[in-house]
Antibody, heavy 116, light 110 residues
Framework: QVQLQESGPGLVKPSETLSLTCTVS????????WNWVRQPPGKGLQWIGF???????SYNPALKSRVTISEDTSKNQFSLKLTSVTAADTAIYFC??????????WGQGTLVTVSS | QSALTQPPSASGSPGQSVTISCTGT?????????VSWYQQNPGKAPKLMIY???KRPSGAPDRFSGSRSGNTASLTVSGLQAEDEADYYC??????????FGGGTKLTVL
């Protein structure tokens, strides 16, 4: 059974770049869609984007100018970079696999706080 | 790309049925068979409960069902149980390889 685990700094300074990695175990990342979704504290879910086999990507238009999602098949990982962060980017960041047109399974999530 | 519209809250007594709506447009909910529903308990990751509008993954109780009429999708929980108390989110494909979520509904079991 596929399992996902997010990792990365829990604190990022304003204007800097947020970088997270999702490690996939129990299956190969090749040939599937891999997503990032975030949830500000006490608020709803927001889709950030996905990466697909051989590096095809798609991003939320609201974040597109600041987001890069990439994959490393040799490590069975995919990553998120979000530039020029502000307090509004403080959120729990989840990675998730696409199951057809749904998101399943999900990682447990990691809280990233933007603060000086 | 706007978030899908869900009621902030819903409630019901044990054993009753509750329906949560998710309203979008013909460019998302009404245009594709790609609506999914997620249950999220406090401090936990979302869990898939319904996909492709009406399909239930293994592991999701058969008390959960999905439907759609026009641009509004619905999640119905029949025979409410205390363990069903959680936040529920809908999601839909929104075209151009993008996805959108609803704002979430807090379900309270009275």
């Amino acid at each position: 059974q596929v399992q996902l685990q997010e990792s990365g700094p829990g604190l990022v300074k304003p204007s800097e770049t947020l970088s997270l990695t999702c490690t996939v175990s129990g299956g190969s990342i090749s040939g599937y869609y891999w997503n990032w979704v975030r949830q500000p504290p006490g608020k709803g879910l927001q889709w950030i984007g996905f990466v697909y086999d051989r590096g095809l990507t798609s991003y939320n238009p609201a974040l597109k100018s600041r987001v890069t999602i990439s994959e490393d098949t040799s490590k069975n990982q995919f990553s998120l970079k979000l530039t020029s962060v502000t307090a509004a980017d403080t959120a729990i960041y989840f990675c998730a696999k696409h199951r057809g047109t749904a998101f399943d399974p999900w990682g447990q999530g990691t809280l990233v706080t933007v603060s000086s | 790309q706007s978030a899908l519209t869900q009621p902030p809250s819903a409630s019901g007594s044990p054993g009753q049925s509750v329906t949560i709506s998710c309203t979008g447009t013909s460019s998302d909910v009404g245009g594709y068979n790609s609506v999914s529903w997620y249950q999220q308990n406090p401090g936990k990751a979302p869990k898939l409960m319904i996909y492709e509008v009406t399909k239930r993954p293994s592991g999701a109780p058969d008390r959960f069902s999905g439907s759609r009429s026009g641009n509004t999708a619905s999640l119905t929980v029949s025979g409410l149980q205390a363990e069903d108390e959680a936040d529920y989110y809908c999601s839909s494909f929104a075209g151009s390889n993008t996805w959108v979520f609803g704002g979430g509904t807090k379900l309270t079991v009275l």
